[in-house]
C-alpha cells in the first residue's frame, strides 16, 4: 500500500520542504524499522535531501540549477513550452526518487537534512507517492 502526497506549486521553479508530511506518513504506518520509499510521477519535478535550515540555502539551490540549464528557446523538444523543456532536463538531473531508512519508527535523516520537492515548470498539481516498508527480519 502506498500514500500519495497532494502538491500544489508556485509559478516558475521552487523548492517545497515536505519533510513533515513524509515523516507523518511514516508515523502513521507504525513501522519501527523499514525503509521509506518516495516516488515522484512528474517528468519536470524531482525529489532530493538538502538543508533547508535557512531559506537562502533553497534560494541558492534554485538559481543555480536555473544558471546550469536556463529557460531557452533552442531545445529540440519544445513541445508545451520552453521551460518545461528545461525542466525535464533538470528533473533527470535531480531525480524522481528517495530511499530513506525508518529506525525507531521515525525516518533517519541528518540534523540539517530535509526531503525537498522541486518544482521546474510551476504552477502545477503534483503527487508524490510513499510507501513504507517494514524490514523482513
Do not use: W
Request: aromatic share 6%; net charge negative; with cysteine.
Amino acid at each position: 500500500m502506498y500514500t500519495k502526497i497532494e502538491l500544489t506549486t508556485s509559478p516558475g521553479e521552487n523548492l517545497l520542504n515536505i519533510t513533515e508530511k513524509i515523516r507523518q506518513v511514516v508515523h502513521d504506518s507504525t513501522i519501527q524499522e523499514g525503509l521509506c520509499v518516495l516516488f515522484v510521477p512528474h517528468t519536470t519535478a524531482g525529489i532530493t535531501i538538502n538543508s533547508a535550515m535557512d531559506m537562502a540555502t533553497l534560494d541558492d539551490i534554485v538559481s543555480e540549477m536555473h544558471r546550469l540549464i536556463p529557460i531557452r528557446v533552442d531545445f529540440h523538444h519544445i513541445y508545451d513550452t520552453p521551460a518545461d523543456a528545461a525542466g525535464h532536463i533538470k528533473s533527470t538531473l535531480v531525480g524522481n526518487n528517495v530511499s530513506l531508512l525508518v529506525v525507531g519508527g521515525e525516518l533517519l535523516l541528518g540534523n540539517s537534512q530535509s526531503v525537498l520537492f522541486f518544482e521546474f515548470d510551476g504552477p502545477r498539481s503534483r503527487h508524490v507517492f510513499v510507501r513504507v516498508l517494514p524490514d523482513s527480519r
